[in-house]
Protein backbone atom coordinates (compact mmCIF):
# COMPACT_ATOMS: atom_id res chain seq x y z
CA UNK A 1 0.00 0.00 0.00
CA UNK A 2 2.74 2.20 1.49
CA UNK A 3 4.50 1.77 -2.57
CA UNK A 4 1.49 2.41 -4.01
CA UNK A 5 1.13 5.97 -2.69
CA UNK A 6 5.06 6.95 -2.90
CA UNK A 7 4.77 6.21 -6.66
CA UNK A 8 1.76 8.11 -7.15
CA UNK A 9 3.27 11.16 -5.31
CA UNK A 10 6.14 11.11 -7.80
CA UNK A 11 3.44 10.94 -11.10
CA UNK A 12 1.78 14.02 -9.19
CA UNK A 13 4.98 15.84 -8.71
CA UNK A 14 6.05 15.21 -12.34
CA UNK A 15 3.33 15.93 -13.80
CA UNK A 16 3.21 19.52 -11.85
CA UNK A 17 7.04 19.74 -12.81
CA UNK A 18 6.23 18.93 -16.64
CA UNK A 19 3.62 21.74 -16.67
CA UNK A 20 5.53 23.97 -14.76
CA UNK A 21 8.94 23.66 -17.32
CA UNK A 22 6.14 23.85 -20.39
CA UNK A 23 4.56 27.05 -19.03
CA UNK A 24 8.22 28.25 -18.44
CA UNK A 25 10.05 27.20 -21.99
CA UNK A 26 6.98 28.41 -23.53
CA UNK A 27 6.97 32.16 -21.56
CA UNK A 28 5.72 34.38 -23.59
CA UNK A 29 9.22 37.47 -24.14
CA UNK A 30 9.08 41.14 -23.37
CA UNK A 31 9.50 43.55 -26.13
CA UNK A 32 12.18 45.58 -24.17
CA UNK A 33 11.39 48.51 -27.31
CA UNK A 34 7.89 48.55 -26.41
CA UNK A 35 7.67 47.89 -22.72
CA UNK A 36 7.90 51.00 -20.55
CA UNK A 37 10.55 51.63 -18.36
CA UNK A 38 9.85 50.85 -14.65
CA UNK A 39 13.37 52.61 -13.79
CA UNK A 40 15.94 55.19 -15.01
CA UNK A 41 19.61 55.47 -13.93
CA UNK A 42 23.08 56.50 -14.65
CA UNK A 43 26.00 53.68 -15.40
CA UNK A 44 27.48 55.11 -12.32
CA UNK A 45 24.99 54.97 -9.80
CA UNK A 46 23.58 51.11 -10.84
CA UNK A 47 26.52 49.88 -10.31
CA UNK A 48 27.48 51.59 -7.19
CA UNK A 49 24.08 50.44 -5.47
CA UNK A 50 24.80 46.98 -6.49
CA UNK A 51 28.51 47.58 -4.64
CA UNK A 52 27.40 48.50 -1.86
CA UNK A 53 24.58 46.20 -1.33
CA UNK A 54 23.96 43.05 -3.97
CA UNK A 55 20.78 41.78 -2.14
CA UNK A 56 18.99 45.13 -2.19
CA UNK A 57 19.82 46.04 -5.53
CA UNK A 58 18.67 42.66 -7.05
CA UNK A 59 15.63 43.72 -4.65
CA UNK A 60 15.16 46.87 -6.72
CA UNK A 61 16.64 45.92 -10.14
CA UNK A 62 16.87 42.53 -10.94
CA UNK A 63 14.10 41.35 -13.84
CA UNK A 64 13.13 44.90 -14.50
CA UNK A 65 13.05 46.90 -17.36
CA UNK A 66 15.61 49.92 -16.51
CA UNK A 67 16.81 52.79 -18.87
CA UNK A 68 21.00 53.24 -18.23
CA UNK A 69 23.05 56.27 -19.18
CA UNK A 70 26.83 56.07 -19.79
CA UNK A 71 29.73 56.00 -22.04
CA UNK A 72 30.41 53.55 -24.10
CA UNK A 73 33.97 52.38 -23.53
CA UNK A 74 34.10 49.25 -25.86
CA UNK A 75 31.85 47.73 -28.36
CA UNK A 76 31.98 43.76 -29.64
CA UNK A 77 29.89 41.13 -31.38
CA UNK A 78 29.63 37.94 -29.49
CA UNK A 79 27.73 34.91 -30.91
CA UNK A 80 26.47 37.34 -33.24
CA UNK A 81 25.09 39.83 -30.73
CA UNK A 82 26.24 42.97 -30.20
CA UNK A 83 27.81 44.06 -26.64
CA UNK A 84 28.12 47.71 -25.19
CA UNK A 85 30.07 48.16 -22.14
CA UNK A 86 28.55 51.10 -20.58
CA UNK A 87 32.28 52.55 -18.28
CA UNK A 88 31.74 53.84 -14.55
CA UNK A 89 33.96 55.39 -12.10
CA UNK A 90 34.45 52.05 -10.29
CA UNK A 91 37.67 50.29 -12.40
CA UNK A 92 36.58 46.80 -11.75
CA UNK A 93 33.15 47.33 -13.21
CA UNK A 94 31.07 48.39 -15.54
CA UNK A 95 27.86 47.62 -17.15
CA UNK A 96 27.42 45.22 -19.93
CA UNK A 97 24.28 45.82 -22.19
CA UNK A 98 23.87 42.29 -24.30
CA UNK A 99 21.53 43.95 -27.63
CA UNK A 100 18.80 42.50 -29.15
CA UNK A 101 19.37 41.29 -32.74
CA UNK A 102 17.90 45.02 -34.14
CA UNK A 103 19.97 46.97 -32.24
CA UNK A 104 23.10 44.98 -32.85
CA UNK A 105 22.78 46.35 -36.44
CA UNK A 106 22.77 50.06 -35.09
CA UNK A 107 25.60 49.34 -33.26
CA UNK A 108 28.16 50.68 -35.58
CA UNK A 109 26.74 53.98 -35.77
CA UNK A 110 27.85 54.80 -32.10
CA UNK A 111 31.33 55.14 -31.23
CA UNK A 112 33.62 54.80 -27.88
CA UNK A 113 33.08 57.80 -25.81
CA UNK A 114 29.95 58.90 -26.80
CA UNK A 115 27.20 59.01 -24.42
CA UNK A 116 24.11 56.50 -24.67
CA UNK A 117 21.16 55.48 -23.25
CA UNK A 118 20.22 51.89 -23.49
CA UNK A 119 16.72 50.18 -22.11
CA UNK A 120 17.65 46.19 -21.20
CA UNK A 121 16.33 43.61 -18.58
CA UNK A 122 18.95 43.56 -15.72
CA UNK A 123 19.60 39.77 -14.45
CA UNK A 124 21.95 40.78 -11.95
CA UNK A 125 25.30 41.63 -11.19
CA UNK A 126 28.88 39.59 -11.20
CA UNK A 127 31.56 42.21 -11.01
CA UNK A 128 30.02 44.07 -13.99
CA UNK A 129 25.86 44.85 -13.57
CA UNK A 130 24.25 42.42 -16.78
CA UNK A 131 21.56 43.81 -19.13
CA UNK A 132 19.80 41.46 -21.80
CA UNK A 133 17.49 41.93 -24.68
CA UNK A 134 18.87 45.37 -24.79
CA UNK A 135 17.94 48.11 -27.09
CA UNK A 136 20.08 51.70 -27.99
CA UNK A 137 17.43 54.13 -27.17
CA UNK A 138 19.21 57.16 -28.44
Avoid: Q, W
Avoid at 59 to 80: A, F, H, M, N, Q
Amino acid sequence: MNRKKIILVFIILGTFGGFFGYKMYNKPHIDVLKSSTEISISANKILDEFSKDETAANKKYLEKVILVKGEISETKIEREKGVITLKTNDNFGNILCHLSTEATKKMSTFKIGEIVSIKGICTGFLMDVILVKSEIIN
